[in-house]
Protein backbone atom coordinates (compact mmCIF):
# COMPACT_ATOMS: atom_id res chain seq x y z
CA UNK A 1 0.00 0.00 0.00
CA UNK A 2 1.30 3.48 -0.84
CA UNK A 3 -0.32 7.10 -0.10
CA UNK A 4 -0.76 8.63 -2.81
CA UNK A 5 -0.97 12.77 -3.48
CA UNK A 6 -2.11 13.28 -7.17
CA UNK A 7 -4.15 10.69 -8.97
CA UNK A 8 -4.73 11.01 -12.71
CA UNK A 9 -4.05 8.98 -15.72
CA UNK A 10 -3.49 10.59 -19.03
CA UNK A 11 -4.56 7.87 -22.19
CA UNK A 12 -2.30 8.45 -24.58
CA UNK A 13 -4.10 5.97 -27.27
CA UNK A 14 -7.40 7.32 -26.56
CA UNK A 15 -8.79 3.70 -26.55
CA UNK A 16 -8.75 2.64 -22.62
CA UNK A 17 -12.27 1.57 -21.50
CA UNK A 18 -10.61 1.43 -17.67
CA UNK A 19 -8.08 2.09 -16.35
CA UNK A 20 -7.24 1.26 -12.43
CA UNK A 21 -4.94 3.69 -10.11
CA UNK A 22 -3.02 1.55 -8.06
CA UNK A 23 -3.14 -1.10 -10.90
CA UNK A 24 -2.69 -3.62 -7.84
CA UNK A 25 -3.71 -3.15 -4.31
CA UNK A 26 -5.53 -0.21 -2.75
CA UNK A 27 -3.92 3.55 -2.12
CA UNK A 28 -3.70 5.72 0.93
CA UNK A 29 -5.73 8.56 -0.30
CA UNK A 30 -5.97 11.52 2.49
CA UNK A 31 -7.23 14.56 2.70
CA UNK A 32 -5.83 17.29 0.17
CA UNK A 33 -5.27 14.91 -2.58
CA UNK A 34 -5.59 16.29 -6.29
CA UNK A 35 -7.76 13.99 -8.77
CA UNK A 36 -6.95 15.26 -12.26
CA UNK A 37 -9.97 13.98 -14.73
CA UNK A 38 -9.05 14.47 -18.18
CA UNK A 39 -11.63 15.66 -20.51
CA UNK A 40 -14.09 12.56 -22.08
CA UNK A 41 -13.20 11.10 -18.79
CA UNK A 42 -14.99 10.20 -15.66
CA UNK A 43 -13.46 8.76 -12.07
CA UNK A 44 -14.82 6.70 -10.13
CA UNK A 45 -13.71 5.51 -6.78
CA UNK A 46 -13.71 1.80 -5.66
CA UNK A 47 -14.09 0.78 -2.29
CA UNK A 48 -15.61 -2.85 -0.49
CA UNK A 49 -16.36 -4.19 -3.93
CA UNK A 50 -18.59 -1.63 -5.55
CA UNK A 51 -18.46 1.84 -7.27
CA UNK A 52 -18.54 4.75 -4.60
CA UNK A 53 -18.80 8.86 -5.62
CA UNK A 54 -17.86 9.91 -9.26
CA UNK A 55 -15.83 12.63 -10.50
CA UNK A 56 -16.41 14.17 -14.12
CA UNK A 57 -13.53 16.35 -15.74
CA UNK A 58 -11.07 18.75 -14.27
CA UNK A 59 -9.22 19.15 -11.47
CA UNK A 60 -10.70 18.37 -7.60
CA UNK A 61 -9.66 18.27 -3.95
CA UNK A 62 -11.05 15.93 -2.33
CA UNK A 63 -12.32 16.82 0.67
CA UNK A 64 -15.57 15.65 2.84
CA UNK A 65 -17.98 17.08 1.07
CA UNK A 66 -17.18 15.65 -2.30
CA UNK A 67 -16.77 12.24 -0.88
CA UNK A 68 -20.21 11.47 0.26
CA UNK A 69 -20.41 7.85 -0.08
CA UNK A 70 -17.03 7.09 1.49
CA UNK A 71 -17.03 9.69 4.45
CA UNK A 72 -20.01 7.64 5.82
CA UNK A 73 -18.33 4.43 5.67
CA UNK A 74 -15.02 5.70 7.58
CA UNK A 75 -15.09 5.33 11.57
CA UNK A 76 -12.99 8.41 11.64
CA UNK A 77 -12.64 11.52 9.76
CA UNK A 78 -10.25 10.95 6.66
CA UNK A 79 -8.88 14.28 7.34
CA UNK A 80 -6.84 12.69 9.64
CA UNK A 81 -6.92 8.73 8.71
CA UNK A 82 -5.90 7.90 5.05
CA UNK A 83 -8.56 5.19 4.06
CA UNK A 84 -8.14 2.76 1.17
CA UNK A 85 -9.59 2.66 -2.13
CA UNK A 86 -8.85 2.43 -5.69
CA UNK A 87 -10.03 4.67 -8.39
CA UNK A 88 -11.15 3.77 -12.16
CA UNK A 89 -10.54 6.42 -14.50
CA UNK A 90 -13.31 4.69 -17.37
CA UNK A 91 -13.18 6.42 -20.84
CA UNK A 92 -16.35 8.31 -22.09
CA UNK A 93 -15.28 8.75 -25.46
CA UNK A 94 -17.23 6.62 -28.53
CA UNK A 95 -15.16 3.75 -29.18
CA UNK A 96 -15.02 3.24 -32.78
CA UNK A 97 -14.89 0.27 -35.14
CA UNK A 98 -14.41 -2.40 -32.35
CA UNK A 99 -13.58 -5.30 -34.24
CA UNK A 100 -15.97 -8.76 -34.17
CA UNK A 101 -16.22 -11.99 -35.39
CA UNK A 102 -16.65 -15.91 -34.72
CA UNK A 103 -14.16 -17.76 -32.94
CA UNK A 104 -16.40 -21.27 -34.37
CA UNK A 105 -18.73 -21.47 -36.91
CA UNK A 106 -22.24 -20.96 -35.88
CA UNK A 107 -24.81 -23.96 -36.82
CA UNK A 108 -27.51 -22.63 -38.67
CA UNK A 109 -30.44 -24.59 -41.03
CA UNK A 110 -30.58 -23.39 -44.39
CA UNK A 111 -33.89 -24.22 -46.70
CA UNK A 112 -31.30 -25.44 -49.71
CA UNK A 113 -28.24 -27.09 -48.01
CA UNK A 114 -29.43 -28.10 -44.91
CA UNK A 115 -27.66 -27.60 -41.58
CA UNK A 116 -24.78 -25.44 -42.52
CA UNK A 117 -22.06 -23.74 -40.12
CA UNK A 118 -21.34 -20.11 -41.02
CA UNK A 119 -18.99 -17.37 -40.17
CA UNK A 120 -19.46 -13.84 -38.97
CA UNK A 121 -17.56 -11.07 -39.06
CA UNK A 122 -18.00 -7.02 -38.54
CA UNK A 123 -17.62 -4.08 -36.09
CA UNK A 124 -19.19 -2.25 -33.55
CA UNK A 125 -19.22 1.07 -31.79
CA UNK A 126 -20.12 1.81 -27.89
CA UNK A 127 -19.49 4.58 -25.26
CA UNK A 128 -20.12 4.17 -21.94
CA UNK A 129 -22.92 6.50 -20.60
CA UNK A 130 -22.87 5.56 -17.04
CA UNK A 131 -19.45 5.08 -15.41
CA UNK A 132 -20.50 3.74 -11.94
CA UNK A 133 -22.68 1.16 -13.40
CA UNK A 134 -19.97 -0.31 -15.68
CA UNK A 135 -17.86 -0.70 -12.97
CA UNK A 136 -20.83 -1.97 -10.49
CA UNK A 137 -21.52 -4.85 -13.09
CA UNK A 138 -18.16 -5.64 -15.30
CA UNK A 139 -15.46 -4.20 -12.39
CA UNK A 140 -17.43 -5.26 -9.30
CA UNK A 141 -19.53 -8.54 -10.01
CA UNK A 142 -17.33 -10.35 -13.69
CA UNK A 143 -14.41 -9.22 -12.60
CA UNK A 144 -12.84 -7.83 -15.32
CA UNK A 145 -10.00 -5.69 -14.70
CA UNK A 146 -8.79 -4.37 -17.42
CA UNK A 147 -9.97 -2.54 -21.31
CA UNK A 148 -8.79 -5.84 -23.31
CA UNK A 149 -11.12 -8.35 -20.58
CA UNK A 150 -13.78 -5.60 -21.30
CA UNK A 151 -13.69 -5.60 -24.99
CA UNK A 152 -13.19 -9.72 -24.74
CA UNK A 153 -16.82 -9.64 -23.12
CA UNK A 154 -18.71 -7.05 -25.28
CA UNK A 155 -17.80 -9.22 -27.79
CA UNK A 156 -18.59 -12.38 -26.89
CA UNK A 157 -22.14 -11.27 -26.14
CA UNK A 158 -22.36 -9.81 -30.14
CA UNK A 159 -21.65 -13.07 -31.31
CA UNK A 160 -23.61 -14.46 -28.92
CA UNK A 161 -26.54 -12.45 -30.05
CA UNK A 162 -25.93 -12.23 -33.52
CA UNK A 163 -25.91 -15.96 -33.65
CA UNK A 164 -29.18 -16.26 -31.88
CA UNK A 165 -30.41 -13.78 -35.08
CA UNK A 166 -28.84 -15.54 -38.09
CA UNK A 167 -30.46 -19.07 -36.27
CA UNK A 168 -33.83 -17.27 -35.69
CA UNK A 169 -33.89 -15.00 -38.75
CA UNK A 170 -35.53 -17.70 -41.44
CA UNK A 171 -33.31 -16.45 -44.01
CA UNK A 172 -31.59 -18.41 -46.86
CA UNK A 173 -27.47 -18.37 -47.19
CA UNK A 174 -28.05 -17.03 -50.33
CA UNK A 175 -30.28 -14.62 -49.94
CA UNK A 176 -28.17 -13.11 -46.85
CA UNK A 177 -25.90 -10.98 -48.11
CA UNK A 178 -28.52 -8.57 -49.48
CA UNK A 179 -29.71 -9.22 -46.20
CA UNK A 180 -27.01 -7.53 -44.23
CA UNK A 181 -28.23 -4.51 -43.02
CA UNK A 182 -31.63 -6.12 -41.99
CA UNK A 183 -29.79 -8.48 -39.85
CA UNK A 184 -27.69 -5.94 -37.99
CA UNK A 185 -30.58 -3.60 -37.72
CA UNK A 186 -32.17 -6.64 -35.70
CA UNK A 187 -29.01 -7.84 -33.86
CA UNK A 188 -28.16 -4.15 -32.93
CA UNK A 189 -31.82 -3.88 -31.16
CA UNK A 190 -31.36 -7.46 -29.53
CA UNK A 191 -27.98 -6.39 -28.24
CA UNK A 192 -28.63 -2.67 -27.04
CA UNK A 193 -30.59 -3.88 -23.62
CA UNK A 194 -27.58 -5.52 -22.70
CA UNK A 195 -25.42 -3.08 -23.11
CA UNK A 196 -27.60 -0.33 -21.37
CA UNK A 197 -27.47 -3.03 -18.62
CA UNK A 198 -23.66 -2.85 -18.42
CA UNK A 199 -24.22 1.26 -18.60
CA UNK A 200 -23.48 1.59 -21.90
CA UNK A 201 -24.51 2.65 -25.31
CA UNK A 202 -24.38 0.45 -28.35
CA UNK A 203 -23.81 3.37 -30.91
CA UNK A 204 -23.39 1.03 -34.23
CA UNK A 205 -23.26 -2.29 -35.31
CA UNK A 206 -22.20 -4.20 -38.75
CA UNK A 207 -22.00 -7.58 -40.03
CA UNK A 208 -19.50 -6.95 -42.66
CA UNK A 209 -19.58 -10.46 -44.03
CA UNK A 210 -21.10 -14.30 -43.25
CA UNK A 211 -19.17 -16.56 -45.21
CA UNK A 212 -19.99 -20.33 -45.40
CA UNK A 213 -17.88 -23.10 -45.36
CA UNK A 214 -15.34 -24.33 -48.21
CA UNK A 215 -17.75 -27.17 -48.99
CA UNK A 216 -21.20 -25.38 -49.33
CA UNK A 217 -19.54 -22.60 -51.30
CA UNK A 218 -18.73 -25.58 -54.12
CA UNK A 219 -22.03 -26.06 -53.62
CA UNK A 220 -23.21 -22.41 -54.40
CA UNK A 221 -19.91 -22.30 -57.16
CA UNK A 222 -21.74 -25.17 -58.65
CA UNK A 223 -25.79 -24.07 -58.76
CA UNK A 224 -24.48 -20.25 -60.04
CA UNK A 225 -25.30 -20.55 -63.80
CA UNK A 226 -28.93 -22.22 -63.07
CA UNK A 227 -31.63 -19.96 -63.58
CA UNK A 228 -33.56 -21.51 -61.07
CA UNK A 229 -32.09 -23.52 -57.55
CA UNK A 230 -34.19 -26.86 -57.11
CA UNK A 231 -35.08 -26.67 -60.90
CA UNK A 232 -34.47 -30.69 -61.15
CA UNK A 233 -33.98 -30.23 -65.45
CA UNK A 234 -31.21 -27.19 -64.78
CA UNK A 235 -29.75 -29.17 -61.40
CA UNK A 236 -29.49 -32.68 -63.96
CA UNK A 237 -27.96 -30.63 -67.57
CA UNK A 238 -25.63 -28.86 -64.77
CA UNK A 239 -24.67 -31.90 -63.09
CA UNK A 240 -24.35 -33.62 -66.60
CA UNK A 241 -21.99 -30.93 -67.72
CA UNK A 242 -19.45 -31.38 -64.70
CA UNK A 243 -19.62 -35.34 -64.77
CA UNK A 244 -19.40 -36.04 -68.27
CA UNK A 245 -15.93 -35.65 -68.40
CA UNK A 246 -14.80 -36.88 -65.33
CA UNK A 247 -16.54 -40.30 -65.49
CA UNK A 248 -15.61 -41.02 -69.40
CA UNK A 249 -12.07 -40.53 -68.45
CA UNK A 250 -9.91 -43.88 -69.31
CA UNK A 251 -13.66 -45.25 -71.32
CA UNK A 252 -12.47 -45.74 -74.68
CA UNK A 253 -14.46 -43.53 -77.14
CA UNK A 254 -14.43 -44.28 -80.40
CA UNK A 255 -14.83 -40.88 -82.22
CA UNK A 256 -15.53 -40.31 -86.35
CA UNK A 257 -13.15 -39.72 -88.82
CA UNK A 258 -14.48 -36.08 -89.77
CA UNK A 259 -15.69 -33.23 -87.98
CA UNK A 260 -19.09 -33.08 -88.13
CA UNK A 261 -19.94 -36.03 -86.28
CA UNK A 262 -19.91 -35.96 -82.67
CA UNK A 263 -17.67 -38.49 -80.28
CA UNK A 264 -19.63 -41.60 -79.63
CA UNK A 265 -19.20 -43.82 -76.50
CA UNK A 266 -18.42 -47.04 -77.65
CA UNK A 267 -21.51 -49.76 -76.43
CA UNK A 268 -20.44 -52.11 -73.57
CA UNK A 269 -20.73 -55.32 -75.79
CA UNK A 270 -17.88 -54.18 -77.89
CA UNK A 271 -15.71 -52.77 -74.90
CA UNK A 272 -16.47 -56.26 -73.04
CA UNK A 273 -16.71 -54.21 -69.86
CA UNK A 274 -18.64 -55.46 -66.95
CA UNK A 275 -21.06 -53.44 -66.50
CA UNK A 276 -20.69 -53.44 -62.24
CA UNK A 277 -16.90 -52.36 -62.86
CA UNK A 278 -18.56 -49.36 -64.91
CA UNK A 279 -20.80 -48.53 -61.69
CA UNK A 280 -17.20 -48.73 -59.80
CA UNK A 281 -15.70 -46.42 -62.37
CA UNK A 282 -18.56 -43.73 -62.60
CA UNK A 283 -18.42 -43.87 -58.57
CA UNK A 284 -14.92 -43.09 -58.23
CA UNK A 285 -15.28 -40.56 -60.68
CA UNK A 286 -17.84 -38.80 -59.35
CA UNK A 287 -16.88 -38.94 -55.45
CA UNK A 288 -19.67 -41.62 -54.75
CA UNK A 289 -19.77 -44.15 -52.02
CA UNK A 290 -19.74 -47.82 -53.14
CA UNK A 291 -20.98 -50.45 -51.48
CA UNK A 292 -20.90 -53.93 -53.10
CA UNK A 293 -23.87 -55.91 -52.15
CA UNK A 294 -23.40 -59.08 -54.61
CA UNK A 295 -26.65 -59.10 -56.53
CA UNK A 296 -26.25 -54.77 -56.71
CA UNK A 297 -24.41 -51.80 -55.71
CA UNK A 298 -25.67 -49.01 -53.19
CA UNK A 299 -24.04 -45.62 -53.50
CA UNK A 300 -24.25 -43.02 -51.45
CA UNK A 301 -24.72 -39.57 -53.43
CA UNK A 302 -24.39 -36.07 -52.35
CA UNK A 303 -27.62 -33.68 -53.05
CA UNK A 304 -27.07 -31.08 -50.36
CA UNK A 305 -23.54 -29.97 -48.03
CA UNK A 306 -24.89 -32.34 -45.62
CA UNK A 307 -27.83 -34.61 -47.15
CA UNK A 308 -27.21 -37.72 -49.22
CA UNK A 309 -29.14 -40.25 -50.74
CA UNK A 310 -28.67 -43.93 -51.05
CA UNK A 311 -29.25 -45.31 -54.82
CA UNK A 312 -29.43 -48.83 -55.78
CA UNK A 313 -27.70 -50.13 -58.75
CA UNK A 314 -28.37 -53.59 -60.14
CA UNK A 315 -27.95 -56.10 -62.78
CA UNK A 316 -30.28 -58.57 -62.30
CA UNK A 317 -33.73 -58.28 -64.14
CA UNK A 318 -34.26 -58.54 -67.95
CA UNK A 319 -36.85 -57.33 -70.30
CA UNK A 320 -39.62 -58.90 -71.61
CA UNK A 321 -37.35 -59.81 -74.53
CA UNK A 322 -35.25 -61.32 -72.50
CA UNK A 323 -32.74 -58.61 -72.64
CA UNK A 324 -30.91 -57.73 -69.46
CA UNK A 325 -31.59 -54.08 -67.37
CA UNK A 326 -29.75 -52.07 -65.26
CA UNK A 327 -32.21 -50.82 -62.65
CA UNK A 328 -31.29 -47.42 -61.13
CA UNK A 329 -33.59 -46.95 -58.05
CA UNK A 330 -33.94 -45.15 -54.55
CA UNK A 331 -36.33 -45.54 -51.81
CA UNK A 332 -38.48 -42.41 -50.90
CA UNK A 333 -41.01 -43.19 -48.64
CA UNK A 334 -43.82 -45.79 -47.35
CA UNK A 335 -46.21 -47.70 -50.02
CA UNK A 336 -49.92 -45.65 -49.19
CA UNK A 337 -52.59 -45.93 -50.92
CA UNK A 338 -53.87 -42.28 -49.85
CA UNK A 339 -51.33 -40.64 -52.27
CA UNK A 340 -51.12 -43.32 -54.92
CA UNK A 341 -53.25 -41.26 -57.64
CA UNK A 342 -51.17 -37.98 -57.06
CA UNK A 343 -47.89 -40.07 -57.67
CA UNK A 344 -49.07 -41.20 -60.78
CA UNK A 345 -49.53 -37.79 -61.89
CA UNK A 346 -45.79 -36.92 -61.16
CA UNK A 347 -44.79 -39.62 -63.07
CA UNK A 348 -44.90 -37.08 -66.23
CA UNK A 349 -43.44 -34.36 -64.68
CA UNK A 350 -40.49 -37.08 -63.90
CA UNK A 351 -37.50 -36.29 -65.54
CA UNK A 352 -35.87 -39.77 -65.19
CA UNK A 353 -37.82 -42.83 -64.27
CA UNK A 354 -40.85 -43.53 -62.37
CA UNK A 355 -42.63 -44.39 -59.44
CA UNK A 356 -42.37 -48.03 -58.27
CA UNK A 357 -42.50 -50.61 -56.11
CA UNK A 358 -39.76 -52.24 -54.15
CA UNK A 359 -40.20 -55.12 -51.30
CA UNK A 360 -37.98 -54.77 -48.69
CA UNK A 361 -35.94 -56.93 -46.51
CA UNK A 362 -38.88 -57.26 -44.29
CA UNK A 363 -41.27 -58.38 -46.94
CA UNK A 364 -43.02 -55.21 -46.39
CA UNK A 365 -43.55 -52.63 -49.99
CA UNK A 366 -41.34 -49.54 -50.50
CA UNK A 367 -41.80 -46.92 -53.00
CA UNK A 368 -38.78 -45.86 -54.99
CA UNK A 369 -38.52 -43.61 -58.38
CA UNK A 370 -36.87 -46.05 -60.81
CA UNK A 371 -35.52 -46.09 -63.97
CA UNK A 372 -34.36 -49.00 -66.38
CA UNK A 373 -31.57 -48.82 -69.41
CA UNK A 374 -30.31 -51.56 -71.52
CA UNK A 375 -27.42 -53.08 -69.73
CA UNK A 376 -26.25 -53.85 -73.36
CA UNK A 377 -25.75 -50.14 -74.43
CA UNK A 378 -25.22 -48.78 -71.01
CA UNK A 379 -22.56 -45.70 -70.83
CA UNK A 380 -21.01 -43.78 -68.20
CA UNK A 381 -22.18 -40.61 -68.82
CA UNK A 382 -25.91 -42.12 -69.05
CA UNK A 383 -25.41 -44.00 -66.10
CA UNK A 384 -24.09 -40.92 -64.33
CA UNK A 385 -26.91 -38.83 -65.58
CA UNK A 386 -29.64 -41.00 -64.32
CA UNK A 387 -28.04 -41.91 -60.91
CA UNK A 388 -27.49 -38.12 -60.00
CA UNK A 389 -30.98 -37.50 -61.50
CA UNK A 390 -32.77 -40.42 -59.85
CA UNK A 391 -31.25 -39.28 -55.67
CA UNK A 392 -32.27 -35.58 -56.61
CA UNK A 393 -35.64 -36.38 -57.40
CA UNK A 394 -35.77 -39.20 -54.86
CA UNK A 395 -34.77 -37.06 -51.68
CA UNK A 396 -37.39 -34.23 -53.03
CA UNK A 397 -39.81 -36.75 -52.85
CA UNK A 398 -38.69 -38.32 -49.82
CA UNK A 399 -38.30 -34.37 -48.19
CA UNK A 400 -42.66 -34.15 -48.39
CA UNK A 401 -43.65 -37.80 -47.67
CA UNK A 402 -41.26 -38.79 -44.54
CA UNK A 403 -39.49 -35.81 -43.48
CA UNK A 404 -35.73 -36.49 -45.52
CA UNK A 405 -35.98 -39.88 -43.24
CA UNK A 406 -33.93 -42.46 -45.30
CA UNK A 407 -36.41 -45.70 -45.87
CA UNK A 408 -33.71 -47.69 -47.44
Not at 168 to 191: E, F, G, H
Not at 272 to 287: D, H, M, T, Y
Request: charged share 20%.
Amino acid sequence: MFRLEVIDYFDSSNQSVVARVPEAGSAAIQYGTQLVVQQNQSAVFFRDGRAMDQFGPGRHTLTTGNLPLIGRLLSAPFERSPFQAQVYFVGMQTFMDQRWGTRQPIMVRDPDFGVVRLRGFGKFSYRVVDASVLINTLVGTQGKLSTTEIVDFLRDNIVSGISEVLATANIALLDMPAKLSQLSAISRVKLGDQFTQLGLELTQLMINSISPPEEVQQAIDARSGMASIGNLRTYTMNQSANQSTAVTTNIPISTSPTLSQPPVLTPLSDLKINPGELVKQVAEKSGYEILDLGDDFLLTVAVGSLRRQQIHVSFSEKDDQGFPITQVWSGCGIVSPSNAMALLRSNKKLMYGAFAIQSKLDGSDLLVIQANMLTETLDAVELSRCIGAIAFQADQIEDQLSGGKDEM
